[in-house]
Every structure is written in C-alpha cells, then in structure tokens.
C-alpha cells in the first residue's frame, strides 16, 4: 500500500449568476449583492493507492474555502466553508 499526502489550495475569480428568491427583501427579490468575488480555499488530503486490491484507492481531505466580494464592494461579507471528503477511488 503506498500513502500520499499532499496539500491543496488555489484562488481564483467568482461570477454569481442572478436568482430569484424568497427573502427579507421580498418575495422574488434578490438581497443587494455583489455579482463579481474572489475565493481561496487550501487543506490537506492523504491519498492511499492499493489498499485491498491493486485498483483501489482511498482518500481523505480536509478543505478551508473563503469565498467574498474581494474587497470590490461594502459590505464585504464573506462565506468560509470547512469541509470534509471522504472517498474511494477505482482505476481501470
């Protein structure tokens, strides 16, 4: 069995695309916000290739996410996300 771990991240442009909903504002409004941000997110995940069969592998990661306006607009709210993956892989 071979174990990898490795870390994640990466940043990047946001586009929110307009929706209709229900909220404080009205029904079929949108709360005022910003249709452009920013996103970063990073973690950590460990990989093991082959654990009962050569064409299996498990992973586990950990993954902080920040998504918000970037700066560009007030109020600058932003959205941080942890998340946890757990998954299993099968190669051909």
């Not at 409004?29 to 970063?40: C, I, S």
């Not at 992973?59 to 993956?85: A, C, K």
């Amino acid at each position: 069995m071979k174990k990898i771990t490795y870390l994640l991240g990466g940043t990047g442009w946001l586009l929110a695309l307009p929706v209709a909903f229900r909220s404080d504002h009205g029904a079929g409004t949108r709360p005022p916000r910003q249709e452009f941000g920013m996103g970063f997110g990073n973690g950590l995940a460990t990989y093991d290739i082959g654990g009962k069969t050569p064409h299996t592998a498990c992973n586990l990661q950990y993954r902080y996410r920040h998504n918000s306006g970037g700066g560009l607009s007030t109020p600058n709210q932003g959205i941080n996300d942890n998340i946890v993956y757990a998954g299993v892989s099968w190669f051909f």
